[in-house]
């Protein structure tokens, strides 16, 4: 059954990129990434563990999180046997949808149906290996009652009251805030794990030890990755390399362009140069 919200009203979905279920047990880490899609995660069974940014999440059976472009995120199990879940990423023009970005949502039992109908559609109409490919012989009506589906159910979303705050409050999750938000309150200087830890009235062994729970990798790593973050934003409006350079408190434009290469694949002055 296609529901009833806006149908003249588009949300300007331009491809979906992957879509998978998986089954993990008690002690699965995902190392988390990065990356310009949009990225959906739904809780199907048991327990999951979410942080993007700052912030750090407990799924339960019906749970939906989304993740905004470039926004670091992981998943982890940590509760009971094992946990199930669907991932789904896509790619979508309309600034509406930011709004999706903050919080979890509940779904009732007319969404969650919903959204698995959506993934048997996917199934049905696209090759689907991790990645969502058109089929060599296309049906083209199946693949956009996909994509008319999947735009439903994200405004039904929009329509809804049905998000709600982080259930993982533990001072683990709070101390990882507080190391981000360091990390953006001083994203224009040169710091080094000592100053962090510092900032945090932490020892550098424990903000290491925090730091690799929730976001699954070394420290000055992820500040770097912010930075190239913060970057990106300053050279889509025309700052040049050498500046944006000097704006983060890179010690060099070489170093900044080689962090810059290692998390997006490009020079920042080939993504300065593109239609970013």
């Known amino acids: ?29 995902f190392r988390g990434e ?10 199907l069974e048991g327990r999951i563990s979410v942080s993007e940014d700052h912030r750090v999440y407990e799924l339960i059976e019906g749970d939906l999180i989304f993740h905004k472009p470039m926004e670091f995120h992981r ?13 789904i990423s896509f790619e979508m023009d309309s600034q509406h949808v930011s709004a999706l970005g903050d919080g979890i949502f509940r779904l009732d039992l007319e969404k969650r149906e919903l959204l698995q109908e959506i993934y048997r559609m996917i199934e049905e109409n696209f ?12 049906d083209v009506i199946g693949e956009k009652m996909t ?3 999947f735009e439903l159910f994200m405004l039904s979303l929009l329509t809804s ?19 981000i938000d360091a990390m ?22 424990n903000m290491k030890k925090i730091f690799n729970k929730y976001a699954g990798g070394g420290v000055m790593h992820h500040f770097n990755r912010l930075k190239v973050k913060r970057a990106m934003r300053f050279l889509r409006v025309g700052h040049s390399v050498a500046e944006v350079s000097e704006m983060l408190g890179f010690s060099s434009q070489n170093y900044f362009s080689v962090v810059f290469k290692r998390e997006t694949g490009m020079l920042p002055s080939e993504y300065r140069g593109s239609n970013h």
């Open 147 to 149: 994509y008319l589906q």
């Open 75 to 87: 998943i982890w199990v940590e509760h009971g046997e094992a946990a199930r879940f669907m991932v």
């Open 34 to 43: 990065m990356h310009d899609s949009w990225e959906m995660v739904y809780a």
């Open 184 to 205: 953006n309150d001083h994203i224009d200087e040169n710091l080094s794990i000592d100053d962090l830890a510092g900032f945090c009235n932490l020892s550098v062994s």
């Open 1 to 29: 059954m296609i529901p009833k919200y806006y149908p003249n009203f588009q949300l300007g979905l331009k491809t979906l990129n992957t879509a998978f279920k998986a089954r993990e047990v008690n002690g699965f880490h």
């Open 161 to 179: 009251q049905s998000t709600s705050q982080s259930r993982q409050y533990s001072a683990g999750a709070m101390h990882y805030k507080q190391i």
């Open 127 to 138: 090759n689907r290996n991790f990645h969502v490919m058109r089929k060599e012989n296309p």
